[in-house]
């Protein structure tokens, strides 16, 4: 069992940057794809960013691209997202994800993340 924790959420002016985290407590942390997803009130769960387990691959929705960065750290079980010049519309909970035998396209086109964290909240005031 794969046991996923995020953090860095917080409150920020359009226009500003965050950077969560996600530790992840498995040693074979290396194996999965690792993504982030987000839901806003009333919406559903959606899709934000992916990497693969080497770090060779990045996927982003369209939403995010160019202001969103996604990276990892395997030597510390950790996956980060760097997001700049946020909008009120990034307002969500997000939620960091792990999927084995995934690429980071396959990720972010038909996900099936095996293992989930609980979510950090991000506001964006306008």
């Known amino acids: 069992q794969v046991h996923l924790v995020e953090s860095g959420g917080g409150s920020v002016q359009a226009g500003g940057s965050l950077r969560l985290s996600c530790v992840a407590s498995?040693?074979?942390?290396?194996?999965?794809?690792m993504g982030w997803f987000r839901q806003a009130p009333g919406k559903e769960r959606e899709f934000v960013a992916a990497?693969?387990?080497?770090?060779?691959?990045?996927y982003y929705a369209d939403s995010v691209k160019g202001r969103f960065t996604i990276s990892r750290d395997n030597a510390k079980n950790t996956v980060y997202l760097q997001m700049a010049r946020l909008e009120v519309e990034d307002t969500a909970i997000y939620y960091c994800?792990?999927?084995?035998?995934?690429?980071?396209?396959?990720?972010?086109?038909?996900?099936?993340?095996?293992?989930w964290g609980r979510g950090t909240q991000v506001t964006v005031s306008s």
């Open positions: 994800a792990a999927e084995g035998l995934a690429t980071a396209q396959s990720m972010g086109i038909n996900p099936r993340p095996n293992h």
């Open positions: 498995a040693g074979t942390f290396d194996r999965y794809a």
């Open positions: 990497i693969s387990w080497g770090s060779t691959a990045t």
